[in-house]
Every structure is written in C-alpha cells, then in structure tokens.
C-alpha cells in the first residue's frame, strides 16, 4: 500500500477480534510514531502501552462511551498517548504540544495499518480518571487514546467537507482554480 491508499484506507474502528498482537509490532508502530515532526524536535510525546484487561477496562469507562468500553476491552492494547508541555512551545495562543502530539498520533494510525491493525482516537475522557489509572504526574497532559488491534468490522468511510470548502487559492476563500 503506498501512503495514498493508507490515508484512504484508513477509518475508525470502534470493534476488534480479541487476537494476539506480538509486542514488537507495537514497538516498531511507536518507534515510527516518534519520528513524527516536533516542536524544535523536543518530542513532548509519551506513550503508554497498556495491556491489563483492569487498566484496559477502567480505560474504557474514562470515555463514559459504551462503544469505546467494549472496544478497550476487545483490542489486546490501548495506547495512550501523553504530553508535556514544558517540552514544546506557545505561539500566537497556540499551545503547540497538543499539535505535537497529534502528528505523532497520526504516525501511529498510519504505521497500524501497515501491520493491518487497526485504530480509534479517543479524545472524549475525563483526564483526572486516566491519570489516577496508570500513575501519570499533575505536569503531564492526557492528549488521547486508542485501542490498537486487528478489526472485527470495518465500516464505511465518514464523508468529508468538499475541497472548495476547506481549500483556498492565494487568499482567503478565493476558490481553487480547475486544471
Ligand atoms: C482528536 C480526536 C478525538 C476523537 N475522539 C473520539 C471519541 O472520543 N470517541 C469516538 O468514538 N471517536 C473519536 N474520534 C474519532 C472521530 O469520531 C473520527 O475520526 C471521525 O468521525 C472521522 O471518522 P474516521 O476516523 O473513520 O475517518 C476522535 C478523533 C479525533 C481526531
């Protein structure tokens, strides 16, 4: 699969097979993760791998969303991804560790399909329950978490915005030239 059909491919999976998924896999997905851009390359990430079914399952409850529950529980991982914030920069209001974060989340994602695992960013959760789950300190940010694993079901693509509605040519909504 060349990057194009990864990025198309790619949906959101919100339930797994219970299968094994070698440890190395999941290495080798948060080592290309971390090869991410950053923030004078200060690589404010963190990651988690959790795979205790008690940690998996509190992990899911932190989403208060039964789908994201089971989905914890069936996937043989969750990921968590964390951030500090003292180890990347704010420019013009904009706290640039989440935006570090993201990138390297998006690696993740990417990187799991090449060994056709499969992914959910969970964003929706109640920070202090994730913390007291897995000991993280009071300096560090909770960005988000995955359940990372092979899918049960895969379903359709979500639409997206039309590109004359995100994209601009020279100025600001200025449509985008054809050809
Ligand atoms: C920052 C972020 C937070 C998200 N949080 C949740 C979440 O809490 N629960 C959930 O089911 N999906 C969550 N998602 C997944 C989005 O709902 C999903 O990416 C979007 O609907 C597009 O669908 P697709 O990923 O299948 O293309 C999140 C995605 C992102 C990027």
Redo the contacts with the bound molecule.
């Keep these: 699969m060349n990057v194009y059909d990864t990025i198309n491919n ?3 999976i ?1 339930s797994y097979k219970s299968d094994k998924v070698e440890l190395e896999k999941v290495k080798k997905i948060i080592d290309v993760a971390c090869m991410a851009p950053s923030w004078g390359n200060k690589q404010c990430w963190r990651f988690i791998i959790v795979d205790s079914m008690v940690e998996k399952n509190l992990l899911g409850k932190a ?1 208060n ?1 039964p ?2 529950a089971k989905a914890c529980i069936e996937a043989p991982y969750v990921i968590v991804l964390c951030a500090n914030p003292k180890e990347s920069g704010v420019k013009n209001g904009i706290e640039y560790y989440a935006f570090d974060s993201a990138l390297a989340m998006e690696n993740l994602v990417l990187a799991a399909m090449a060994e056709d695992l499969s992914t ?6 109640d920070e202090r329950v994730v913390k007291g789950i897995l000991n993280i300190p009071e300096n560090i940010k909770v960005i ?1 978490y995955t359940p990372l694993g092979y899918a049960n079901e895969i ?1 359709k ?2 639409t997206r915005k039309k590109p004359e509605q995100t994209v601009f040519y020279n100025t600001w909504e200025a449509p985008l030239k054809n050809g």
């Design positions: 790619r949906v959101s919100r989403s969303q789908v994201i959910c960013v969970v964003g929706w959760f988000a379903p693509h979500s």
